[in-house]
């Protein structure tokens, strides 16, 4: 009887601890916010928005100046990273890894974001503007996409190593997606997003539907894709013509605004200031100076690129650089503040150059005429051949696109070697040429994500 009791007790006892059990594990998280928590509306909606633009940024701008042949290392910068002047950087080294995370961080943003909005329903008002929204999540997803590839792919061509092309939200361990995939990824992304976006908006700090057209214009002269990078350029220069020679300066003011297609806004604080706290520090000491490879290719009397980008101060003396990277220098009131351009009109027409130049086009027009746009009594120069000319739209990407990101990417995808006077490299331990052979030719993937997923690989070499 005894025995039956305690049977029967014991059962009891057994069912109260399974059904605490169940009911703790149907608890939610506390330290998550479900998605339908999360977005609950269309303004919750442009948060999450607003938090994929917020990792917009310049770091890509930045450490391609450092270890291409647009920028030198002075010898009063001694508190800056060598590494990546040095092309000593390995899988271990923030200065060329860390946006890795930073821009899978935004695309897991935008994906949240994505889930929210499917999960809403919308009319009336709040679903145009959702519809716009979505355009702008897909524009973002695959902008980050494409520097994640710009970054990190061994190479940009069929069957070279990209980046994981994630389109949802979720902890996996996913195996790095081809060149080709990942532009066919993003390319996708891009026409969703263009029919979403209406023409009438025109905030140039978000995606616009020229931006869109702005960005596939580039994707497509990193796919090759000669007829739609001419196609998209056209878009974005009908869009927002040229500058014109009294408007060019103000650009890098902030003063206007004229032929920037998108751009991220600063305000106010120090990690924002481009110009101050990377080419130079606080007491002006100079970080990273305009390579003496750089400043001898301008007509430094009649190019208004050199006195817009370049400053050179006499009284600079002993170890301290002469010249100093003003491109970012802001206004008077807050120097080393200014809006990041991150597509500009001049680089549609040299992306539509060099692809006119490898198909069918007036390739040297298109050239001459933003030659003629930024030099003072300029002439319409002739080209011998279809090597001459893309070698002569390579160098005027080098002026005209110094430092904004471009410079090591458009050798790479060249297949040329960067290559610095031995001037620039004084304190660069004799890193004068980095050949297309050398593992730093790629950046690495950051140690953490090989060792953490199994599934992923290392670029060649490191």
């Known amino acids: 009887m005894i025995n039956k009791i305690f049977q029967q007790y014991t059962l ?135 520097e994640l590839l710009r970054n990190y792919a061994s190479s940009y061509q069929t069957g070279a190593l990209g980046v994981p092309y994630m389109k949802i939200s979720t902890i996996s361990y996913p195996a790095r997606d081809n060149f080709e995939t990942v532009v066919a990824n993003a390319k996708a992304d891009l026409v969703a997003a263009k029919a979403l976006i209406p023409t009438t908006f025109t905030d140039k700090t978000r995606i616009t539907k020229a931006a869109v057209s702005a960005i596939q214009a580039r994707l497509a002269l990193y796919e090759k894709n000669w007829s739609e990078a001419i196609t998209y350029a056209n878009e974005a220069i009908a869009a927002y013509p040229l500058a014109t020679k009294a408007q060019f300066p103000g650009i890098w003011t902030d003063a206007n ?51 817009a980008y370049i400053k050179f101060d006499a009284t600079r003396t002993g170890t301290k650089s002469q010249y100093l990277v003003k491109k970012y220098a802001g206004s008077t009131a807050v120097p080393g503040l200014a809006d990041i351009k991150l597509f500009r009109t001049g680089e549609m027409y040299l992306i539509k150059a060099e692809a006119e130049a490898e198909s069918t086009g007036d390739a040297a027009g298109d050239l001459n005429a933003l030659r003629a746009a930024r030099i003072n009594g ?72 090989i060792s953490v997923n199994k599934n992923t690989v290392q670029n060649p070499g490191y």
């Open 12 to 146: 009891i006892f057994s069912l109260l601890i399974l059904t605490a059990s169940c009911t703790k594990l149907d608890l939610v998280p506390t330290d998550t916010i479900s998605p339908d928590k999360a977005f609950r509306n269309i303004s919750d909606i442009n948060l999450g928005l607003l938090g994929g633009y917020a990792l917009v940024d310049g770091s890509t701008m930045t450490v391609v100046s450092t270890v291409s042949d647009e920028a030198t290392y002075p010898t009063e910068n001694t508190v800056g990273n060598s590494d990546a002047f040095r092309w000593i950087y390995t899988a271990a080294n923030g200065s060329v890894t860390s946006n890795y995370a930073t821009y899978y961080t935004a695309i897991d943003r935008i994906n949240r974001t994505l889930a929210g909005l499917d999960a809403l329903t919308l009319t009336g008002a709040d679903a145009t503007l959702g519809a716009r929204y979505r355009g702008e999540l897909l524009a973002l997803r695959a902008y980050f996409h494409f």
């Open 257 to 307: 605004d004229n032929e920037v297609i998108w751009k991220a806004k600063r305000i106010g604080t120090n990690d924002s200031r481009i110009g101050e706290f990377y080419f130079r520090q606080t007491g002006e000491i100079v970080l990273y100076a305009p390579a003496f490879k750089l400043i001898n290719t301008f007509d430094k009397v009649n190019d208004l690129r050199y006195p």
């Open 378 to 449: 300029y002439t319409d120069a002739a080209f011998a051949d279809k090597a001459t000319l893309i070698t002569a739209i390579l160098d005027e990407r080098y002026k005209e696109l110094a430092f904004e990101g471009h410079r090591f990417f458009d050798l790479k995808r060249r297949n040329l070697p960067v290559e610095r006077l031995a001037a620039d490299a004084v304190n660069a331990s004799g890193a004068v040429t980095l050949p297309v052979t050398r593992a730093q030719y790629a950046f690495p993937l950051p140690a953490l994500e």
